[in-house]
């Protein structure tokens, strides 16, 4: 079996109306991979809010693509490793690392297909049914969108919701968090999100004014190229620290892991460089006792938690249109479960290309 052909795209797509709010639309970078024996295998990375989006499709195209082309793509951890070291260059992160990610899912795509299993039992399946948190949050939603937000989430039976603390004032974070936690009850734990935005000192005193509410983690607390920062703070505070979707290697991951930054890891298969090193990088961590988490995507995530015996919850997040794939894995009663179709199980919608590129 030989990679003929690689064709990629960029799709715009609208987010929800309440995502909206934030992000009107994200982006995908899209790669298809066919090859002489008819089985193709479908790729892409996210990106959130579309910035890059072309950029990461230049590269893919003109850097990565000649890589693989007449190449066997059963051959994924051979091909992952020449792609990862082709560019001495530049770093595998950012913009190479998600245009690899978007190679390395249409890699296993096919090796899935071939094998006719799901990826999960390819790779050695631990469970079939995922439980999720609801995601969401966002600082620009008021009140009354953040409570139909949160009890939307609950309704799906997920016990888990995540939002954003993006205000200024650690109090004003507080009363959104509080006000949330009362509206669904005792049967729903929350977490909360700083995404990066404060300092050492910052995270500490909201921190502190969040400790007596019982959260499951507390996200990305600084820059996520600080890890020494954020081990400061894991350190320092009482609520568990969640990061890692900003972080692209396992070389990342295991500094993050030695330095005791965080007891929750957050992998991005579209950002960290495939379902390839997502794998190795959760298997790091189940040597040091770490849950894993995967970042959004849940829709491909599912198949890492589902081979993992550390995973935890992957994020349900209304990011996207009903026309983008078929037969997108649903949540019911706060799980989703993996289909038995073979590889990642995601094929776009017919007309999609057509509609959002």
């Not at 298809?32 to 790729?43: C, F, M, N, S, V």
């Not at 249409?106 to 390819?122: E, N």
């Not at 004003?172 to 990066?196: E, H, I, S």
């Not at 703070?233 to 900003?246: F, M, Q, S």
Request: include cysteine.
């Amino acid at each position: 079996m030989k990679i003929t052909s690689i064709d990629s795209c960029v799709l715009t797509v609208p987010t929800s109306r309440q995502m909206a709010l934030e992000f009107p639309h994200h982006k995908l970078v899209v790669a298809e991979i066919a090859t002489d024996e008819g089985i193709g295998g479908l790729g892409y990375s996210l990106m959130f809010g579309g910035g890059g989006a072309e950029s990461v499709r230049v590269y893919l195209d003109t850097r990565l693509k000649p890589l693989l082309l007449g190449e066997d793509p059963r051959d994924v951890e051979r091909l992952w490793e020449k792609m990862f070291r082709g560019d001495r260059g530049v770093r595998r992160v950012g913009i190479a690392g998600m245009a690899l990610s978007a190679l390395d899912i249409g890699l296993w795509d096919i090796a899935g297909k071939v094998a006719k299993l799901p990826l999960y039992k390819l790779w050695g399946a631990v469970s079939d049914r995922i439980p999720c948190y609801g995601s969401g949050g966002w600082s620009k939603y008021g009140d009354k969108d953040l409570l139909a937000e949160a009890e939307r989430y609950a309704g799906m039976g997920c016990g888990y919701y995540k939002m954003k603390i993006h205000e200024p004032d650690p109090l004003a974070n507080r009363r959104r968090v509080a006000m949330v936690q009362k509206a669904l009850g005792p049967g729903v734990r929350m977490m909360v999100d700083v995404n990066q935005k404060l300092d050492v000192a910052g995270n500490l005193r909201q921190a502190a004014a969040l400790e007596d509410l019982d959260l499951v983690w507390y996200e990305e607390p600084v820059i996520a190229d600080d890890i020494a920062a954020c081990a400061e703070v894991a350190g320092a505070i009482k609520i568990p620290v969640a990061t890692g979707e900003n972080n692209y290697t396992r070389y990342e991951f295991r500094e993050l892991i030695e330095r005791k930054a965080a007891r929750y890891l957050m992998p991005d298969v579209c950002r960290a460089n495939g379902f390839s090193e997502t794998l190795r990088i959760a298997r790091l961590a189940a040597a040091h006792g770490v849950q894993v988490s995967p970042h959004v995507v849940y829709e491909i995530s599912i198949q890492v938690s589902g081979a993992i015996p550390n995973g935890f919850l992957v994020e349900l997040m209304d990011w996207m249109p009903p026309d983008l794939f078929e037969e997108l894995p649903t949540c019911k009663d706060g799980h989703i479960r993996i289909s038995d179709r073979p590889g990642h199980g995601l094929t776009l919608h017919k007309g999609a290309v057509r509609k959002y590129a």
